[in-house]
């Protein structure tokens, strides 16, 4: 697990976590209830639920795919992510992964990212600023950087269990080295926000 933490740091711009089943830290995130049905009217372009008029939908996403465009506080356009498969989650259409997309300082869409928690129970989640991923031991806050177009993890927290049952936790943040962590106050921390956070919310291309 510990050659896992290391390389999902170093790739940042890829996650591809195995399904690692419902329990531990990770149940923190199940809790939303009704919340997120009083949210079914903030789409995924923003808060004030308005779709963005002026976003052309590019010719790569296909019929059968669906797609939610992003506005963040920072950058001028919005960030588009696409995927293959959605389900309903508390009244709105979420997935757990999705290719990340951005206009560079000509226009062009580039492809920034490929992100995935582990499991239809952690599905992707927003806030002004970035995007939640989450597993079931695992937190990770990422925002765009637009200068390098691709997303950087700006936060990332996790805990491994050993053969004897014990829990060891790692943190790091702002692009640093991760680093020991005493307790799981920084993956609590992550969850807690990641709850509070908006469902992405996806459309079906027809």
Not at 1 to 14: G, R
Not at 91 to 120: H, P
Not at 124 to 142: E, F, M, N, P
Not at 168 to 184: I, K, L, P, T
């Amino acid at each position: 697990m510990k050659k896992n933490i290391q390389k999902y740091m170093v790739l940042a711009l890829l996650i591809v976590i195995a399904a690692c089943g419902g329990i531990g830290i990770g149940s923190l995130a199940q809790g939303s209830g009704g919340r997120e049905a009083g949210r079914a009217g903030e789409k995924a372009a923003g808060r004030d639920g308005k779709a963005p008029a002026e976003a052309e939908m590019p010719g790569f996403v296909e019929e059968g795919q669906s797609y939610a465009f992003l506005e963040f506080k920072r950058g001028k356009e919005p960030v588009l992510l696409v995927t293959d498969g959605t389900y309903g989650y508390n009244g709105l259409e979420a997935s757990f992964s999705s290719e990340v997309y951005g206009k560079d300082g000509e226009g062009n869409w580039q492809r920034m990212a490929v992100i995935a928690g582990s499991g239809t129970a952690y599905p992707l989640r927003y806030d002004k600023r970035g995007i939640y991923v989450t597993g079931a031991h695992y937190a990770v806050y990422y925002t765009v950087d637009w200068e390098r177009m691709q997303l950087a993890a700006e936060e990332y927290a996790s805990e491994s269990i050993d053969e004897s049952g014990k829990a060891s936790y790692v943190y790091a943040e702002r692009g640093e080295a991760e680093q020991a962590a005493e307790d799981n106050r920084h993956l609590i921390a992550l969850f807690d926000r990641y709850e509070k956070a908006l469902l992405v919310d996806f459309q079906k291309k027809e």
